[in-house]
């Protein structure tokens, strides 16, 4: 971030009056641009004691394989941008169950938001994204190749509840990674 | 937003290749503007059947109260930012039992994540931005005069899910405001 989104003068960092962080700042409009962390949502779709996943066309991680998921854009609720990845990464239409997992990765500023969800009907196929859509058997999870260590939490932590009688929304996973 | 923080160039609106949204994109360096929503993270402060409010200091809702809350800063943990805004606005240290409530206001790009936590000790009193900080007994709360959406919304949740002896964090409150 170099120069002012509103006034286009070049931006200096300072602490603004009753602030106690850095920000950027316009001295000529006075702007302050904050700098926030990113939700992402996604959806562990699961049918039938199996769970849907995508091959990752896309870097990074390209070949890997991970949940439905993706930045929440304006305008949505969390859960609404769990549905619409699932729908676009996997064209699988889901109902959701819950909150599964809530894992922060704040040297990315990224939270994750990842739902429990159910298949409506057993349609899915890959999206522009996805290279390929796999319904896995929980015992047969590809655990050396998922993409992203906030899925391999959400998968492990779905896993040993549904293991343990627990019910994997009430026990909320929550997780946060210094990368 | 007009201009590019990274050349300055006058942005336009346009669907980048392989995507389906509008976006701020700049025409000379190709940089995509993307918005997003902000993460608003906070406590609900309990102590022997009390809970800890604060009487905001500023606008909006100035003189109206809530709990102690405020934006993630990048670089946070969620639960890191929740105790860091309780103790800028209220000098109190908690500990954090778990997550009571998800809330999304789609229409200002806002998801609240609201914590349950346990006041470490008995010291508290107002930071900058707040007027006066009060432990209020679970029936006394001034309920015609909180602030937000979000916090009435869980602190009804808290205090319901007490009533009826559930676990108000493994009942997690999940709501989305369209306002």
Known sequence: ??????????????????????????PKCGAIHYQNP????????????????????????????TIPAGFLELGEKV?????????????????ILGLQTVYSIPKIGQVYLLFLAELID??????SETLETILFPFEELPWDEIAFSAVKFALEKYIEDIKFDRHPTTHIGFYSKKI
Not at 122 to 127: D, E, L
Request: positive net charge; aromatic residues 10%.
């Open 1 to 26: 971030m170099k120069y002012c989104s509103y006034c286009s003068t070049e931006l200096v960092i300072k602490i603004p009056e009753g602030d106690n962080r850095e920000r950027y700042v316009c």
């Open 38 to 65: 990113k939700i992402i949502v996604g959806t562990i779709p699961v049918c039938e004691n199996k769970i849907l996943l995508c091959k990752r066309g896309i870097e990074p991680q390209y070949g890997k394989w």
């Open 79 to 95: 859960e609404e941008g769990a549905i619409r990845e699932t729908f676009e990464e996997a064209n699988a239409k889901v109902k």
């Open 122 to 127: 057993k349609h899915y196929s890959p999206g």
